[in-house]
């Protein structure tokens, strides 16, 4: 049981690593982010190029984030008081919010600039909830084991 739940932290830790390297990706996708508010002030082809290569990096964080969600979720079915979990499902709520958001901007205006915004209130999200809610997870994960 130890081996399995120290797998799940490490697995839990690997897909942090995973999720802030694809938000620092996508934030170092655009130079100009600081100093523009809409990419219609870049040229075309950079333009073009900087919008594929964002939209693949937060199409790649959505896809992570929810699965990682969803793998927390399963670690937390058996051995995490109800009230935590509760919580803990929510707050993937709130992050699944954010996300939906920046892609629906995205999407209808393509405006990577907001997108990078978007990324760094999730940032802000991510960080909070790996100490509010990930780090008792864990606590629980090797407490039980």
Same mark, same amino acid.
């Not at 990419?39 to 937060?58: G, P, T, W």
């Not at 760094?120 to 039980?144: C, G, I, M, N």
């Given at each position: 049981?130890?081996?399995?739940?120290?797998?799940? =932290? &490490?697995?839990?830790?690997?897909?942090?690593?995973?999720?802030?390297?694809?938000? $620092?990706?996508? !934030?170092?996708?655009?130079?100009?982010?600081?100093?523009?508010?809409?990419?219609?002030?870049? +040229?075309? *082809?950079?333009?073009?190029?900087? $919008?594929?290569? @964002?939209? +693949?990096? /937060?199409?790649?964080? /959505?896809?992570?984030?929810?699965?990682?969600?969803?793998?927390?979720?399963?670690?937390?079915?058996?051995? %995490?008081? !109800?009230?935590?979990?509760?919580?803990?499902?929510?707050?993937?709520? /709130? @992050?699944?919010?954010?996300?939906?958001?920046?892609? =629906? @901007?995205?999407? &209808?205006? #393509? *405006?990577? %600039?907001?997108?990078? $915004? #978007? @990324?760094?209130? %999730?940032?802000?999200?991510?960080?909070?909830?790996? +100490?509010?809610?990930?780090? $008792?997870?864990?606590?629980?994960?090797?407490?039980?084991?």
């Amino acid at each position: 049981m130890q081996l399995i739940c120290d797998e799940a =932290v &490490e697995r839990m830790h690997r897909d942090h690593a995973y999720m802030l390297d694809l938000i $620092h990706r996508i !934030k170092a996708s655009c130079d100009r982010s600081d100093k523009i508010d809409n990419c219609r002030d870049c +040229q075309s *082809n950079h333009r073009e190029f900087c $919008h594929s290569n @964002i939209e +693949q990096l /937060v199409r790649a964080f /959505v896809e992570a984030t929810l699965k990682h969600n969803a793998i927390e979720s399963l670690y937390m079915a058996e051995s %995490v008081p !109800k009230a935590h979990r509760i919580a803990h499902n929510n707050a993937h709520l /709130v @992050i699944a919010e954010q996300l939906r958001a920046i892609r =629906v @901007i995205f999407t &209808e205006d #393509g *405006n990577c %600039v907001l997108a990078i $915004h #978007g @990324i760094d209130k %999730v940032l802000q999200t991510l960080q909070s909830h790996f +100490q509010e809610f990930d780090r $008792h997870l864990e606590d629980y994960l090797t407490a039980h084991a």
